[in-house]
């Protein structure tokens, strides 16, 4: 019988799948590194969530064959090293675009209306805040989208025709001419700050991406601009972001994922007016939950039975 060792939680429905199936489910009981290293010994699969799994943990997995993305992002994952030692690494595509489509589109309505700034005030006696703060309308404005694969066509769609704004998208991986026609492709990343009135985030973090979304290009935004990173934390800088808050060289932010999770509850970040922030959770609907856990559930059938999975990240030698 063959062992799948799930250490975060995920939606039951991933669990009734293996067992379903025959397999030996083992729920870790932590999810640090030492922790792994110690459940892993003797698993032939791993359904993984966010822990890092390094060289060093996934060489402890001795019978170790699968280590299956719950999602899209696998920068917790040593891929490299996992192909070395002959474990496959497969992840979920699409699952979750929806979810975070709709909650990138959330944080920006929220910015634009001023919800960080209005939340408390009426139990707080300031009534006449909405004097002072007079919203933002978003229609007939300019949405850049930083990588437009899954998550960022999707949101560009419900942006376009909810919000009727126009819609700019950078993504040196992909074809120009096959993208909708409500898209207009930019060369470079200083044209599509120049030109956005938001810049919504939507690409992997790794070393090309890491630190991405500098000081400069924040400057170019502009004090009217708002930025919101519903992708990985690290593509634009804390630090950099807090700076450019407090000191309003661009309008708001809002950010679903952070440098380090979860982020210090004093993070200067959270003392601002004019930032918002999310743990972490913009594709954790019950449906893409759902999915995600099943289809990682389905990449580990599919290894542990000689298939290819539906979305191998590496190549493992057979």
């Known amino acids: 019988m063959y062992k799948v060792l799930i250490p975060e939680e995920i939606d039951h429905a991933g669990w009734d799948y293996l067992e379903e199936r025959g397999y030996q489910v083992i729920e870790g009981s932590a999810y640090d590194s030492e922790t792994i290293?110690?459940?892993?010994?003797?698993?032939?699969?791993?359904?993984?969530?966010g822990a890092d799994y390094t060289r060093e943990v996934i060489a402890a997995g001795k019978n170790l064959k699968v280590i299956a993305r719950h999602g899209v992002g696998i920068e917790h994952i040593d891929t490299k090293a996992?192909?070395?030692?002959?474990?496959?690494?497969?992840?979920?595509?699409?699952?979750?675009?929806?979810?975070?489509?709709?909650?990138?589109?959330?944080?920006?309505?929220?910015?634009?209306?001023?919800?960080?700034?209005?939340?408390n005030c009426i139990p707080e006696g300031q009534w006449d805040l909405r004097n002072r703060y007079l919203t933002h309308e978003l229609e007939g404005k300019t949405l850049g989208i930083i990588g437009v694969g899954a998550?960022?066509?999707?949101?560009?769609?419900k942006v376009?025709?909810?919000?009727?704004?126009?819609?700019?998208?950078?993504?040196?991986?992909?074809?120009?001419?096959?993208?909708?026609d409500y898209i207009e492709g930019v060369h470079t990343l200083d044209e599509l700050f120049e030109r956005s009135d938001v810049i919504t985030i939507h690409c992997p973090l790794n070393e090309e991406t890491r630190y991405m979304v500098t000081p400069a290009l924040l400057e170019k935004l502009g004090?009217?601009?708002?930025?919101?990173?519903?992708?990985?934390?690290?593509?634009?800088?804390?630090?950099?972001?807090?700076?450019?808050?407090?000191?309003?060289?661009?309008a708001g932010a809002a950010i679903d994922s952070y440098e380090q999770e979860p982020p210090a509850p004093d993070m200067?970040?959270?003392?601002?007016?004019?930032?918002?922030?999310?743990?972490?959770?913009?594709?954790?609907s019950k449906k893409a939950s759902m999915a995600c856990a099943t289809g990682a559930a389905k990449a580990i059938d599919d290894v542990l039975h000689g298939r290819e999975p539906q979305y191998p990240v590496n190549h493992p030698k057979k």
């Open 151 to 157: 998550v960022g066509i999707r949101t560009a769609k």
């Open 82 to 119: 996992a192909e070395e030692l002959g474990v496959q690494v497969a992840n979920v595509l699409c699952a979750n675009s929806n979810a975070v489509a709709e909650h990138t589109m959330m944080l920006m309505l929220m910015l634009a209306k001023y919800v960080p700034i209005f939340k």
């Open 223 to 250: 004090p009217k601009g708002y930025l919101i990173n519903c992708a990985r934390g690290g593509i634009v800088g804390e630090k950099d972001l807090y700076e450019a808050l407090k000191n309003h060289v661009i």
């Open 160 to 180: 376009h025709y909810g919000l009727d704004m126009k819609i700019l998208g950078y993504d040196p991986y992909i074809d120009y001419t096959k993208m909708p």
């Open 268 to 284: 200067p970040l959270f003392t601002l007016d004019n930032f918002w922030g999310t743990p972490h959770h913009a594709g954790l």
């Open 37 to 49: 290293k110690r459940e892993i010994a003797d698993v032939d699969a791993v359904l993984a969530r």
